[in-house]
C-alpha cells in the first residue's frame, strides 16, 4: 500500500507564449536562458513574432485544449479538476501550483504537451515543476506526468487523418505525394541522451503507414543554436530543396509532428517560410494540421489519465517500441552540452 494521496487532479503542463508586442522579448529572454543562443537568433525570432503582433497562439490553443480534455473527462466519468501551467509565460507553474493548493490538490496527473521525449520536453518540465513546488513550499501538490503518446493508437490516428486532410485540399492522395514529417531540430548534446529521434522516426512510420503514405522523410525546422554547434539535420528548407533538385517534387505535405498545436513556430517556419519555397518552386504544398483537439488527441489524453487512475488494465501502443515509461528513469532526458571545438593553439595542452 502507498502513502500517497490518490491523483484529485489533472496539470496540462506546456510552454506558453507571448499575447502581445510587450510580452515578446521578456517571453524569448525566459524561453533562451541558460541556453547558448546567439543573440542575432533571438532577434530574428523577435521578428517572427512581431508578424503576427507578438501574439502567439500557443495559449489559446491550451485554453481550447484543456476544455475539450473536461468535457472529454466529462464525459467519461472521471471526476478530475483540471489546470493549466507553463514554462515560460503566465500561468507560470508556480502560480498554478499555489492555486491548486488553496484548492486542496494532493496529487495530480499531468500531460506534457510534448509528445517525444528530449530535455526540453521532458526533463526540463520535471525540474521546473520540481522548482515550482519549492517555491509555493510545503503542502505543493506532487505532481507525476503521464507517459509519452508518440505510438498511442489515438496519435497515430489525429496524425493520419490531418494527412488525409491535407492531402484532399491539393486533389493526391497520401500515397502519389511526398510527406515531410517535421520537429523542432535539438543540438546534438540533448539528441545524444534521449530517444527523441527514434520516437520521431516510428511515429513518423506509423502514420504514414496509418495513411497510406509511402514517400516520407523526418526533417527539422526552428534550429536556434550558433553556426558551430551540431543541431539535428536536415533542416525542412534545405530539404525540400534538395527533394526538388533530386526528384522534381510537384506536391508535399508538411505535416509538424513535433508540435501538438499550430504555433508560432508552425506558422512562421511552416506556413510563411516553406510555403513560400514551394510556390517559388511550383511545388503544390499544403500543411496539415498539428493534433489541436482532435478528438482522436484529446481521447488519447484521457486514455492515459484513465491507465494511470487504474481505470484500465491496458496501455495501448503500436509498432516496435512498446508503451513507455510512466516514471522517467533518473539519468533520463539528461543535456550535456557538447563543446565547440576550440580554436588551435589556445589554452593549455591536456596533460
Ligand atoms: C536547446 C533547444 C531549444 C532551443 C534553444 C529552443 C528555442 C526556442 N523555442 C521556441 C519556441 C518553441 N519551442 C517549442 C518546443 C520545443 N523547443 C525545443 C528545444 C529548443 N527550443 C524542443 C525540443 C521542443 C519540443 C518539445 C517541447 O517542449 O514541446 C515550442 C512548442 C511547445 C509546445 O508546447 O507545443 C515552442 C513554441 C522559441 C521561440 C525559441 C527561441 C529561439
Ligand atoms: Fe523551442
Ligand atoms: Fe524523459
Redesign the pocket.
Known sequence: MSDLPPYDSFLLV????PEGQDDVMP??EN??RG???PRE??L??AE??AHFDGI?P?NQ??RELLAAIKSEFEANGIDLPVYWGN??WTPYFSETLRQMKADGCKRTLAF?????S?????R??REDIIAAREEVGDGAPIVEKVRMGFNHPGFVAAMADNIQTAAKSIDVSPGETKVLFT?????MG?ADNCD?EKQLRESSRLVAEACGATDWDLVYQ?R??PPSQP?LEPDVLDAIARLDDEQKLSSLIVLPI????D???VLFDLDEEAAALCQERNIKMARAA?AGTHPEFVSMIRGLVSERLGLTDEKPAIGDLGPWHDVCPQDCCT?TPRRPPSPVGAGRPNR
Open positions: 506546456s510552454f506558453g507564449g517571453f524569448l524561453v533562451l541556453k547558448n543562443v537568433r533571438m530574428e525570432v517572427h513574432y502567439s500557443i490553443h491550451n514554462r515560460n506534457f504537451t510534448s509528445m517525444f528530449c530535455y526540453s520536453g521532458c526540463q518540465y520537429a523542432h531540430s535539438i543540438p540533448m527523441y526552428s536556434s543554436g543541431w513535433g508540435f501538438v498545436s504555433h508560432m513556430e498539428s543535456y
